[in-house]
């Protein structure tokens, strides 16, 4: 038995709150002498791409409660007022620029952060429709779908999906892959969707081509990577979020079956917790049901 073991297992048979109390004490400073970080959420930290609003937002609102160091990265000029406000309030928020789709600004990011390790790396950045006529404040502007119906499509959108979607995850996950490696947890996620299913709808309906093609090739090329970083103790997961009511969804909150982001990501970092490298290359829901695609 290692020392915490042994202290754990005298632990378990101490009735006296006072000896217990004195040998957690005697435990941690074994701990750090021995130079070993103990366990706590403190100890971990997350980097979380397109955080400043929907899903990304509340993935870094929740991790940074439970006292994890939150990178909370955005590619907006100035910083998004959601992510100063949230910084205000937890001082183990820091903010970074990142545009996914840069190779540079990853890089540069990626040597600004040489020597931090990064537990979970959240690739959650992503495009669904044409947001090109929103306002950048106007959170609740439903964007446009009907550009990537066939019949409508207009190109320009399809490049941008797949730069954000496909291409982004790749750019993140390779130039932070050396401080997801020398973390503790050392787990990579792809935030994606069951749009992205090529087996799981009995007969597929029309609409949303670009989205629905990305999210396919998304999970696919995190399988891949999977398997790539494997042998490093490595595990990488592809989530879907299920139908969430995000700000810029609001527009479908009279439909049922939506869920609330809060419970949505409750429920993700609940499944980022429990996954092991057995667990590598899979597609789960939000709760970590297995996903036919
Ligand atoms: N909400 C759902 O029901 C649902 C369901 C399944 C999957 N998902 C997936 O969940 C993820 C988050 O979606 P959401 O619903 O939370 O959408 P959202 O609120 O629109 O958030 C998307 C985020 O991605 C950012 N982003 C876009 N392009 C970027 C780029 N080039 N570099 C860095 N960040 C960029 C956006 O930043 P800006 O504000 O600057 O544009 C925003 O912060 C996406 O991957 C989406 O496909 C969502």
Redo the contacts with the bound molecule.
């Keep these: 038995m290692t020392a915490p073991e042994v202290i754990a297992s005298r632990l378990m048979t101490i009735r006296s709150s006072s000896c217990r109390a004195q040998l957690i004490a005697a435990g941690l400073l074994a701990l750090l002498l021995a130079g070993v970080r103990p366990p706590s959420a403190q100890a971990y930290t997350v980097l979380i ?10 993935f870094a609102k929740q991790y940074a409660a439970e006292g994890w160091t939150v990178i909370a ?4 000029a100035e910083q ?1 007022r959601s992510l100063t406000e949230l910084a205000a309030r937890y001082k183990n928020v820091r903010i970074e620029t ?5 190779i540079d600004q990853a890089h540069a990011l990626a040597q600004k952060l040489a020597n931090v390790p990064i537990d979970v790396l959240i ?6 429709n044409d ?1 090109s006529r929103c306002r ?1 404040d106007d ?1 609740e502007c439903p964007g446009d779908w009907s550009v990537e119906s066939f019949g409508k499509l207009k190109f320009p959108l399809l490049d ?1 999906i797949m ?3 496909i291409k ?1 995850p790749l750019i993140v996950s390779e130039a932070f892959y050396g401080n997801v490696k020398a973390s503790v947890l050392k787990k990579i996620v792809a ?5 992205g299913t090529l087996t799981g709808e009995k007969s597929p309906r029309p609409g949303a081509i670009f ?1 629905r093609m990305s ?1 396919a090739a998304l999970n696919r090329e995190m399988q891949i990577v999977a398997a790539s970083t494997r042998s490093d103790g490595v595990t990488v997961v592809m989530l ?10 609001e527009y ?1 909150k009279r439909y049922p079956g ?2 609330t ?1 809060s419970f ?1 990501v409750r429920n993700m970092i609940e499944t980022i917790d429990k996954v092991t490298i057995r667990d590598t290359g899979r597609f789960l829901r939000y709760d970590g049901a297995t996903e036919p695609w």
Excluded: C, F, W
């Excluded at 990265?73 to 907006?76: A, K």
């Excluded at 690739?123 to 669904?128: D, I, L, M, S, T």
């Excluded at 935030?191 to 749009?195: F, G, L, M, P, R």
């Excluded at 879907?240 to 969804?249: A, R, S």
């Design positions: 791409t397109g955080a400043n609003s929907g899903i990304g937002l509340e990265t955005d590619r907006r998004p990142l545009d996914v789709t840069s690739n959650n950045a992503g495009v669904y947001r950048p959170e941008t730069a954000v979607n982004g935030i994606s969707s069951s749009n989205y999210k879907n979020p299920g139908p969430t009511l995000t700000e810029h969804q479908l939506m869920l982001t949505t």
